[in-house]
């Protein structure tokens, strides 16, 4: 079965502080994808990042980074030198490879409340 | 134009009326979502439509009814609802209906049913 795993379920930090949220998946799956998805408190999600299960290169875009290794089945989000905007509810999120009968659904963890104070 | 544009943003409605949920977008995507958020939970599909064709229903009561009267627009249809159903609900569309797309959502509409 997959499963995603957000264990922080709130985080606080003081504005430029560095924080990592983590997230660990299961699945049996060789071809699967990674996502990071951003939900302020406006409601919608805004799609971060997505990664495929072949490419386990990290990426960097500003002040976001992501950690992606498949022998510990983690995807993890670092944001450096935080700010009050990045206050919002993050999710990680698994989806199968379509094809061969999967669905392509999403699988989302259950979300770390960030919280950046001034 | 890269949005996906929700009405109402807000809706309280009693358990004998019927209703309907708006969804709109103009990317060309060919996939669209119905997604149900409690507070403080992560989202759950309901339904997907591919290519204006329900692909995905998520075991949802027949309370919510789902339209695709084309492309770019995608309808909840709401009669009948419980108190339990009071949630965000979130609409989103893709490019297409596989695991590597990334989706768009829109702001949601914050449902209460009294």
């Known amino acids: 079965a997959q499963k995603v795993t957000q264990a922080q379920t709130e985080i606080s930090v003081v504005e430029k502080e560095d924080v990592t949220l983590d997230c660990v998946y299961e699945?049996?799956?060789?071809?699967?994808?990674l996502f990071w998805y951003k939900q302020p408190p406006s409601g919608e999600l805004v799609f971060l990042i997505r990664?495929?299960?072949?490419?386990?290169q990290n990426e960097i875009s500003g002040r976001y980074s992501w950690n992606f290794q498949k022998s510990t089945s983690s995807f993890n989000f670092t944001i450096t030198a935080s700010q009050v905007v990045d206050s919002a509810v993050y999710f990680c999120?698994?989806?199968?490879?379509?094809?061969?009968?999967?669905?392509?659904?999403?699988?989302f963890g259950q979300g770390t409340t960030l919280q950046v104070k001034p | 134009d890269t949005e996906v544009t929700q009405t109402p943003k807000h809706l309280v409605m009693g358990m004998t009326n019927k209703k309907s949920l708006k969804c709109e977008q103009h990317?060309?995507?060919?996939?669209m979502y119905w997604y149900k958020q409690k507070a403080k939970k992560p989202p759950e599909l309901m339904f997907v439509?591919?290519?204006?064709?329900?692909?995905i229903n998520e075991s949802v009561p027949s309370r919510f009814s789902p339209e695709c009267p084309n492309s770019s627009l995608l309808n909840l249809h709401l009669h009948a609802l419980q108190p339990e159903d009071s949630a965000l609900y979130l609409c989103?569309?893709?490019?297409?209906?596989?695991?590597?797309?990334?989706?768009?959502f829109g702001s949601g509409t914050q449902l209460s049913v009294l």
């Open positions: 990664r495929n299960s072949f490419d386990e």
């Open positions: 990317m060309g995507h060919r996939a």
């Open positions: 439509y591919s290519y204006e064709k329900l692909s």
């Open positions: 699945t049996r799956d060789t071809t699967y994808y």
């Open positions: 999120a698994l989806s199968e490879a379509h094809g061969s009968g999967n669905t392509g659904k999403l699988i």
């Open positions: 989103a569309s893709s490019l297409d209906r596989v695991g590597n797309e990334k989706l768009f």
